[in-house]
């Protein structure tokens, strides 16, 4: 059964599997008046004007476009989707200004989520985490990229990324799964920091590799986590058991966690709030995604955002993701995410819609299957009750989504 979505007032593509950078990020190969067919699961067609009506027959369904945006399915390649609890009783020290780190050191942050999350059955941790899910999908998310690491010993983060894997096969939206056991130093090992990196190393990373729980490793390279010497080694023993490396880097203050990722040649490098020029030449140099978290900076309270301007002015292939937290960003609405780009780090919509789609798939190593709308490409597709790409900027703080279709089917219609 096929599905025309005709009279498309913006049909935004972002066509062209490849990382985009500099001014590419500024053309989201928009069509007006456009169609798009959809058949099976896969993109069948596409064009302008009245050239849907050949695809028409009498079992397809039918979509109007008119006065609509319609976008390839939004990716969101940084999040830590799958915990238990929340921590809004921490709303007090950030407005008192308790810094990240602070509140870490003193058992609170990460800690306070592991120790949830530890105590949670697996069942449980399964619901809490799909409500999570159910509401990016109606906000237009139709990839996930699922970090571990509210768990910080091996039978919790096993567990969180056998959810990952249960959600992955269960939901409609696509889970990619990272292992994250760097998350933090876990309280009983608080005095013995050697003996939990050797445990990732010698116990966890060797396990999940073997049972093929995760596609990539992160590390939360930072001053007060890990140091760049310490989050080398843990990258490179994942990446010995074929793990591919993502890194948090330069989150609060710079440690050199980008030139890290760019000696390392990390898939994609996240946060960079911190990073300096250095850091930013050697994203460029060495062709790394930088995964940018402005909810993550306005939640913090910061006042200060990630340098997107001088990143894609200076060739890194930029994404955008909501970075799904209960700590520091407790979001799951990319349209969130969007108003942030574009208000705090000046980022044009093209740029946005760019880094959300098939910029967003290259942090993940999917630009072949998803990302843009292109024929042969998923059906992964959202329709925006939007005018227009800058409309949908423009009006924020509302869910612009009419219709989600994932792998070719209607998911969620409002």
């Known amino acids: 059964m096929a599905i025309v979505i005709k009279n498309i007032e913006c049909l935004v593509t972002c066509s062209g599997s490849y990382r985009k950078k500099g001014q590419e990020m500024k053309d989201a190969k928009i069509k007006e008046n456009a169609y798009l067919i959809i058949e099976n699961d896969r993109i069948k067609a596409l064009g302008e004007g009245e050239g849907y009506k050949e695809y028409i027959t009498c079992d397809s369904i039918i979509l109007d476009g008119r006065f609509k945006t319609v976008t390839p399915g939004l990716i969101d390649p940084h999040t830590h989707v799958v915990y238990a609890g929340s921590r809004e009783k921490e709303l007090p020290l950030k407005l008192n200004k308790v810094g990240y780190i602070e509140i870490l050191n003193s058992g609170g942050g990460i800690q306070s989520t592991v120790d949830n999350t530890r105590s949670i059955k697996m069942d449980q941790l399964m619901k809490e ?87 990539f490793i992160d590390c939360f ?107 520091t960003s407790p979001t799951e609405s990319l349209q969130t995410v969007m108003t942030f780009a574009c208000f705090g780090m000046k980022m044009f919509p093209e740029e946005i819609i760019n880094a959300m789609t098939i910029n967003a798939a290259c942090a993940i190593g999917r630009e072949k299957q998803i990302g843009s709308i292109e024929v042969g490409k998923k059906a992964d597709i959202v329709i925006f009750n939007s005018k227009s790409l800058n409309y949908l900027i423009y009006h924020f703080g509302v869910n612009a989504v009419e219709v989600v279709i994932k792998n070719g089917e209607i998911v969620v219609q409002n």
């Open 129 to 215: 985490s799909k409500k999570r899910l159910d509401i990016m999908l109606k906000h237009g998310t139709t990839t996930v990229e699922s970090k571990s690491g509210y768990g910080l010993d091996l039978q919790t983060e096993v567990k969180i990324l056998k959810v990952n894997k249960m959600l992955n096969e269960s939901h409609p939206i696509d889970v990619v799964s990272t292992f994250m056991g760097a998350h933090a130093i876990p309280k009983e090992y608080k005095m013995d920091r050697e003996g939990y990196i050797e445990d990732l190393i010698n116990n966890m990373i060797p396990y999940i590799s073997r049972n093929k729980l995760a596609e």
């Open 221 to 327: 390279c930072e001053k007060g986590v890990f140091s760049v010497a310490e989050s080398r080694r843990i990258l490179q023993s994942g990446q010995k058991f074929g793990l591919k490396i993502k890194i948090h880097a330069d989150e609060v203050e710079t440690i050199k966690g980008a030139e890290l990722a760019g000696e390392l040649k990390a898939i994609s490098a996240e946060h960079l709030v911190a990073t300096t020029d250095d850091g930013i030449a050697a994203l460029a140099e060495n062709d790394v995604v930088a995964v940018l978290l402005p909810s993550t900076s306005f939640y913090l309270m910061l006042n200060n955002f990630a340098n997107a301007r001088k990143m894609i002015d200076q060739g890194v292939t930029v994404s955008l993701a909501t970075d799904c937290n209960p700590g």
